[in-house]
């Protein structure tokens, strides 16, 4: 039963996120921008599911990104309460953000069973388009992140950059998708949802 309504239960869950996170956000204008692409993937997503569900373990990567982005979206990624796991790995940085765009590399496990669940192409086209697909992704977002860090300018742009004072941040942002999408690809090729065609 839970199985088969897990899509719906974290749909709900992730609603009244949403709503929280609205609510008194640390910086309205940052929270506006990053809610934003929660929104677009949250709505893609629901559009999808009459015309192609996919698997469970699919909806539970994929959720992951949308929770941790809308929780960075609420404090902004430098001020979210992570010390105890930045100190635990002995960081001056809060990793919260590295640890969110680590999460986007999960995307390229749907995208890899869509394809070969529709029979678009073979295995290896679909992994390494699952892969091409999130390095694209990440540096579309990191282009976009200095455009808004430009329009804005001031605190805004800083908080929403997220940065925090790394020359590097970008290329290291970029890296952690591209080993998300790595490790849900090592994934997908041990669970291989194409050939069981279950919620599993």
Same mark, same amino acid.
């Not at 929270?31 to 993937?41: F, G, K, R």
């Not at 809060?94 to 680590?102: L, V």
């Given at each position: 039963? =839970? ?27 940052v929270w506006i921008a ?26 539970? =990567? ?10 960075? *979206? ?15 790995? *002995?960081?001056?940085?809060?990793? #919260?953000?590295?640890? *969110?765009? #680590? ?13 070969? !669940?529709? !029979? ?28 808004? @860090? ?17 020359a590097w941040d970008a290329?290291?942002?970029? @890296? ?15 669970? !291989?949802?194409? !050939? ?5």
């Amino acid at each position: 039963m =839970l199985s088969r309504h897990l899509p719906l239960t974290l749909s709900l869950a992730l609603t009244v996120l949403i709503i929280w996170s609205g609510i008194a956000p640390f910086a309205r204008d940052v929270w506006i921008a990053e809610i934003t692409p929660v929104l677009l993937v949250f709505g893609g997503l629901a559009w999808l599911y009459p015309r192609f569900r996919f698997s469970n373990t699919a909806y539970l =990567l994929m959720a992951v990104w949308l929770f941790w982005h809308t929780v960075g *979206g609420h404090y902004t990624f430098a001020h979210v309460p992570f010390d105890w796991f930045n100190r635990l790995i *002995g960081s001056e940085r809060n990793q #919260f953000d590295r640890i *969110g765009h #680590f999460s986007v590399g999960f995307y390229a496990y749907a995208m890899t069973e869509w394809l070969l !669940r529709t !029979r678009r192409c073979g295995f290896v086209p679909a992994i390494l388009f699952g892969l091409f697909l999130i390095m694209a992704v990440a540096a579309g977002y990191e282009i976009l992140e200095w455009l808004f @860090a430009v329009y804005y300018g001031g605190e805004a742009g800083i908080e929403f950059l997220g940065a925090q004072g790394d020359a590097w941040d970008a290329q290291k942002d970029m @890296a952690a998708d591209t080993l998300g999408a790595i490790a849900a690809l090592m994934l997908y090729a041990w669970i !291989r949802p194409d !050939r069981r065609h279950t919620g599993a």
